[in-house]
């Protein structure tokens, strides 16, 4: 919902308003900050499991296992730049590494877990100075069988909690401050096999886990285990698909890394094992207006980067600034996790904006005689993928006035000189653009009688990158469990557009929020043309409507 001031509400309905406009820029992908990575590092540690975390000082603490040895090392660089040294590790001890590990970090305090050689024991080592030093390991738990993965989380004060796999059950063990650990219990989720677990803090702890479920099919499963903040203490939410992978189609997920930067952040492993094998990181995020615990995940996208063991990963803020780091032993990446405003609302010749129920398509024009937006000047996002910020008002008598709430994705940037004159024209669509722009990856389906018509719109626009919510649905959107469909390859706009036409219910954008609601006809005006607020100019057409039919037995 968009909101009016009294002022600006009177300058809309006067004859003699002058329009005013507020455009600005932002490096956002669906309103997410986008996170742009320039590889710091490049050394010659052999590849195996990584882990990376940063401290309230900015330093960066990165944790590796060589496979050949299994001998655990750590690192600390206490200002990280692209000139910083990255080569310097100091041994911890011997671990198991086909567990892999934990890393992460809260305040001055840095945890690491891994499970010793016999593979049966979990330990956990602790440092108070941001890494500096570690403490001799503490073993918190004995499993039963051997441990497949475990991961930790550790807060300021010192309450933390451990996870770990054995047997295809995953295990916890939880702290209060620097008080002693809690007995191990299992969790109430199930899955046949467990190979990868990563963990963070965010509000509860958010847990990445991969591996098998009862059908064998491949999959990495976002889930939430409680702290007392949201959940209570050792609870767990049901498992939520982040991406998986039918028996059979020798495809795999290994689960590596839970971060908060610039937002709730995954990365996994998808491996191939047939002709034309290959081990690809993937990286997906929560959409614009979610959180972890609402397991709203983008469509998972592939980085630049094959390894079998993954990649780290961790944010941070320095001095204001907020950071984001990919880690490997052999590498680092870095990112600003910001995404500043750039205002170019001086330089608008002309914007023109068509809203429709299923379409928003926004162009607008900037003067470029000076060369300010030539492609070595103009602000990043600038490009196509980039968001315009779309305000427009009038001059009111307590100044300019604008209503703010539009977001367009950018398509389409244009430099180009007529009579005479230099101008950029950038072309932008809305929430159904976005969706329009989206594949399904594979064939998607919902069982009848599993999902509300709603949830299953809410899933295919989470998976495109857009927020959809519950306004005032029809009572056929939350009652209809249908079974439904989507193909390989269909694009997001028609998946969502073949179950929408099945209700009464329309969707209202707004940035890349979409609101669920059934129009009534018993609904009061909420504002009229005519009378206070005159009108300019009408255009009515009538058309022919779509018709059809369908016989069903």
Not at 195 to 200: D, Q, R, V
Not at 287 to 314: C, K, N, Q, V, Y
Not at 441 to 470: E, H, K, M, N
Request: with cysteine; charged share 20%.
């Amino acid at each position: 919902m968009i909101t009016l001031t009294s002022t600006l509400l009177a300058a809309q309905r006067s004859a003699s308003a002058a329009p005013a406009v507020q455009v600005r820029l932002r490096d956002c992908d669906a309103g997410v900050n986008r996170l742009r990575f320039t590889r710091w590092y490049t050394g010659a540690e052999p590849d195996g499991p990584c882990g990376v975390a940063v401290p309230a000082d900015g330093s960066l603490v990165r944790a590796r296992i060589d496979p050949s040895s299994g001998t655990l090392y750590v690192q600390r660089v206490a200002t990280p730049a692209s000139s910083s040294t990255y080569s310097s590790w100091t041994a911890l001890g011997t671990v198991l590494a086909s567990a892999r590990l934990g890393c992460h970090a809260a305040g001055t305090r840095v945890a690491i877990a891994s499970v010793r050689n016999g593979g049966t024991q979990v330990e956990v080592r602790e440092s108070s100075d941001s890494g500096a030093t570690f403490g001799a390991s503490t073993v918190v738990a004995t499993a039963g069988s051997a441990v497949t993965a475990v991961a930790c989380a550790i807060r300021e004060d010192g309450s933390a909690a451990l996870i770990w796999a054995a047997g295809g059950v995953v295990y916890s063990s939880r702290r209060s401050g620097l008080g002693a650990w809690g007995a191990a219990a299992a969790w109430s989720r199930s899955l046949a096999t467990v190979n990868g677990l990563a963990m963070t803090d965010s509000t509860d702890y958010g847990v990445l886990v991969s591996g098998t479920d009862a059908a064998d099919a491949a999959g990495a499963w976002s889930t939430r285990y409680g702290s007392g903040v949201l959940g209570a203490p050792g609870s767990w939410t049901p498992l939520v698909e982040v991406a998986s992978a039918s028996a059979g189609t020798l495809v795999t997920y290994l689960a590596t890394a839970v971060a908060e930067a610039g937002g709730a952040r995954l990365v996994f492993v998808e491996t191939f094992a047939g002709i034309g094998a290959y081990a690809r990181v993937q990286t997906t995020e929560a959409i614009a207006l979610s959180f972890f615990e609402d397991g709203l995940w983008r469509s998972a996208r592939p980085l630049d980067i094959t390894s079998s063991h993954g990649l780290a990963m961790a944010g941070g803020v320095t001095v204001g600034a907020g950071h984001a780091y990919l880690a490997s032993p052999a590498g680092v990446w870095h990112a600003s996790a910001d995404a500043p405003l750039f205002d170019v609302s001086p330089d608008v010749l002309e914007a023109r904006l068509d809203e429709g129920e299923r379409s928003a398509r926004l162009r607008v024009r900037l003067r470029n005689d000076d060369g300010r937006y030539n492609t070595d000047a103009a602000p990043l996002p600038l490009a196509p993928g980039g968001e315009v910020l779309f305000d427009p008002g009038y001059a009111t008598t307590a100044g300019i006035e604008v209503a703010s709430g539009r977001t367009y994705a950018i398509t389409a940037v244009r430099r180009m000189r007529d009579a005479g004159r230099a101008y950029v024209e950038v072309e932008a669509d809305g929430p159904w653009g976005i969706l329009a722009r989206w594949r399904a990856p594979r064939q998607l389906t919902w069982a009848s009688g599993a999902s509300s018509a709603y949830q299953v719109l809410r899933d295919i626009a989470r998976r495109a990158g857009c927020f959809l919510d519950q306004a005032s649905p029809s009572a056929e959107a939350t009652a209809l469990l249908p079974a439904y469909t989507v193909r390989a390859d269909e694009r997001g706009d028609t998946a969502l557009a073949s179950l929408l036409d099945r209700l009464p219910d329309v969707l209202r954008a707004s940035g890349t929020h979409l609101a669920l609601t059934e129009p009534l006809a018993s609904e009061a005006a909420t504002y009229a043309y005519g009378i206070d607020h005159g009108i300019e100019s009408l255009r009515m057409v009538e058309e022919v409507p779509d018709a059809g039919w369908a016989r069903v037995f």
